[in-house]
């Protein structure tokens, strides 16, 4: 499906004339889907993009159809189903209104949708998932969303189905596709998501390996190795290693029994110290070396 006009700054909204727009019934999925009403099937979809690549796909449909097919080959896609009415199934399984369903990138979806159904779906990488939840100070990784499936167990609460179904009717009608926060309505949904499926930190006792402790100390190491000589906060550390600055801080403990701002600090002064005794550096002073691993305080490094 060509989509002309596809922005941040609000929604595109395409009618559905034929069976066949649905393909794109979640935004470059391709699905394969069968009319099993002699009706035509009508209705819209709807598309915003955010934040780098975020993607969100919501649509309406009058008819009976099937879809089955991925909806992503490399992005996780969250959903919600805004109105399913009775005989809503996926994979054969009753499906109502307010469920969340998680898919998995590459994992095959069969669904089964009645007139009137409504749905929202948000797609995005793995990583960049992790470090929206962290930014929440929450997990949300590959263990905690548990593959591909429809959770019955965290349904939206009805307040929050009740707006997303108010802002979606406004889109699918044309009202609100580039209402000034139209490009919040994507953002807020995913948040939402986050916040049903994410859970908090577990915290252990010291001198225990936390799960995934070793995989946030991993990602945030390569990126203090690569950024070593420029400013690094523990914010830019965190979100590079997909945690929060809370979490960050009980990995390194953990893993190197010092805090991320002091292992910088040695990483630096290991780095000061390789220069200064380098044949190859022999003309370098100590403020030569300090300043070039982005160390300001000169005072202080000296003693």
Same mark, same amino acid.
Not at 24 to 34: E, Q
Not at 78 to 89: H, K, N, S
Not at 147 to 155: S, V
């Given at each position: 499906?060509?989509?002309?006009?596809?922005?941040?700054?609000?929604?595109? +909204?395409?009618?559905?004339?034929?069976?066949?727009?649905?393909?794109?019934?979640? @935004?470059?999925? *391709?699905?394969?889907?069968?009319?099993?009403?002699?009706? /035509?099937?009508?209705?819209?979809? !709807?598309?915003?993009?955010?934040?780098?690549?975020?993607?969100?796909?919501?649509?309406?449909?009058? *008819?009976?159809?099937?879809?089955?097919?991925?909806?992503?080959?490399?992005?996780?896609?969250?959903?919600? *189903?805004?109105?399913? /009415?009775?005989?809503?199934?996926?994979?054969? &399984?009753?499906?109502?209104?307010?469920?969340?369903?998680?898919?998995?990138?590459?994992?095959?979806?069969?669904?089964?949708?009645?007139?009137?159904?409504?749905? #929202?779906?948000?797609?995005?990488?793995?990583?960049?998932?992790?470090?929206?939840?962290?930014?929440?100070?929450?997990?949300?990784?590959?263990?905690?969303?548990?593959?591909? *499936?429809? &959770?019955?167990?965290?349904?939206?609460?009805?307040?929050?189905?009740? +707006?997303?179904?108010?802002?979606?009717? +406004?889109?699918?009608?044309? +009202?609100?596709?580039?209402?000034?926060?139209?490009?919040?309505?994507?953002?807020?949904?995913?948040?939402?998501?986050?916040?049903?499926?994410?859970?908090?930190?577990?915290?252990?006792?010291?001198?225990?390996?936390?799960?995934?402790? !070793?995989?946030?100390? #991993?990602?945030?190491?390569?990126?203090?190795?690569?950024?070593?000589?420029?400013?690094?906060?523990?914010?830019?550390?965190?979100?590079?290693?997909?945690?929060?600055?809370?979490?960050?801080?009980?990995?390194? @403990?953990?893993?190197?029994?010092?805090?991320?701002?002091?292992?910088?600090?040695?990483?630096?002064?290991?780095? =000061?110290?390789?220069?200064?005794?380098?044949?190859?550096?022999?003309?370098?002073? =100590?403020?030569?070396?300090? @300043?070039?691993?982005?160390?300001?305080? @000169?005072?202080?490094? #000296?003693?």
């Amino acid at each position: 499906m060509s989509l002309p006009g596809l922005q941040n700054a609000g929604w595109t +909204r395409v009618p559905i004339s034929a069976v066949e727009d649905l393909s794109d019934a979640v @935004l470059g999925a *391709g699905f394969d889907v069968t009319q099993l009403s002699p009706a /035509p099937v009508t209705g819209s979809l !709807a598309f915003s993009t955010f934040d780098d690549g975020v993607t969100c796909t919501s649509a309406y449909i009058d *008819g009976r159809v099937t879809f089955s097919d991925p909806l992503s080959a490399n992005k996780i896609s969250l959903g919600v *189903g805004i109105v399913m /009415p009775p005989g809503t199934r996926h994979w054969l &399984n009753e499906t109502a209104s307010g469920a969340v369903g998680v898919f998995m990138p590459g994992d095959d979806h069969d669904a089964l949708y009645p007139p009137g159904s409504m749905y #929202a779906v948000v797609a995005l990488p793995a990583q960049r998932l992790e470090e929206i939840a962290a930014q929440h100070d929450l997990v949300l990784d590959l263990k905690t969303l548990g593959g591909t *499936g429809i &959770n019955a167990n965290k349904k939206f609460f009805s307040q929050s189905l009740a +707006r997303l179904k108010m802002q979606f009717d +406004r889109i699918h009608t044309g +009202r609100h596709a580039q209402h000034a926060d139209a490009r919040m309505i994507g953002r807020q949904l995913l948040d939402d998501m986050v916040m049903h499926l994410a859970r908090l930190p577990r915290v252990k006792m010291r001198g225990t390996d936390p799960r995934g402790h !070793a995989r946030i100390v #991993a990602r945030a190491r390569s990126f203090i190795h690569e950024n070593l000589d420029r400013p690094l906060s523990i914010e830019k550390i965190a979100s590079a290693s997909a945690s929060s600055s809370r979490t960050l801080h009980r990995a390194f @403990l953990n893993v190197f029994d010092e805090t991320p701002y002091s292992y910088v600090q040695m990483l630096r002064l290991h780095r =000061i110290r390789h220069e200064l005794v380098s044949d190859s550096e022999f003309a370098c002073t =100590i403020s030569m070396a300090a @300043l070039r691993w982005n160390v300001a305080d @000169l005072g202080r490094f #000296a003693a």
